[in-house]
């Protein structure tokens, strides 16, 4: 069996709705999660290192935070940003389900759109998890001051403004999130025997993506 399944996505394309209905099947342990009004926040067993940009992580310090691993007879789901094969330095056996990206422009426009409203128009229930989204968005000291803007009545789209240092209006708007979605890399992957990959046009299938995962699971 699995020690990890990495659910290896981009922004948008549902990773942590995903990764938690994986987590229900019974040689998963369950993975813990809040749900909002249009996405899902999860705790994964990393504390979302893997959710990070893989541009901010420290170089190969990630792969520090990856030691001592607790034995477990049930796999732990892990949401990830980062790219299978680079996982694979460290997870090499593991299983990975991939979210390709989009293939066509008025997918690429309907992903734009699905990150705006579902991310960057939402807004966190805690300051927990606001200080979550802004350690998975920068590596900036959080300060008193920083940690007093977090704790009002924000968007995660608030928050990027306050990440920036950037004055709120729709000028800043459009170039902080032009510069953050051009970040998405294109995903596209193949099946293979440690691999499954699921097509962007899938994504809204909920319980079809998930069953290729489920009769893999079901054969070990």
Known sequence: ???????????????????????????????????????????????????????????????????????????????????????REVFPNELYVVINTPKTSEQW???????????????????????????????????KDILKKLNQDITNEDIQFIIHNLEKNATNLKTIFDKNFNTIKTFDYKNDENTIVIEYDQVEDRQNRLSKVIQRLDSI
């Not at 899902?40 to 792969?63: A, G, M, S």
């Not at 034995?71 to 949401?79: E, R, Y």
Request: charge should be positive; hydrophobic fraction near 30%; aromatic fraction near 14%.
């Open 109 to 143: 426009q309907d992903l734009r759109k699905k990150v705006y409203e579902k991310v960057w128009k939402t807004k966190h229930e805690n300051i927990e998890q606001k200080i979550g989204y802004w350690k998975t968005h920068t590596d900036r000291e959080i300060t």
């Open 1 to 87: 069996m699995y020690r990890f399944i990495f659910v290896c996505y981009q922004h948008g394309t549902g990773g942590e709705r995903l990764s938690v209905d994986i987590s229900l099947h019974k040689k998963c342990n369950n993975l813990p999660h809040d749900e909002m009004t249009s996405r899902t926040w999860t705790y994964d067993y990393f504390d979302k290192l893997f959710l990070k940009p893989p541009e901010i992580p420290f170089n190969d310090n990630w792969k520090m935070q990856c030691k001592d691993i607790t034995p477990s007879d049930l796999a732990d789901v892990v949401p990830s940003h980062y790219r299978p094969e680079r996982i």
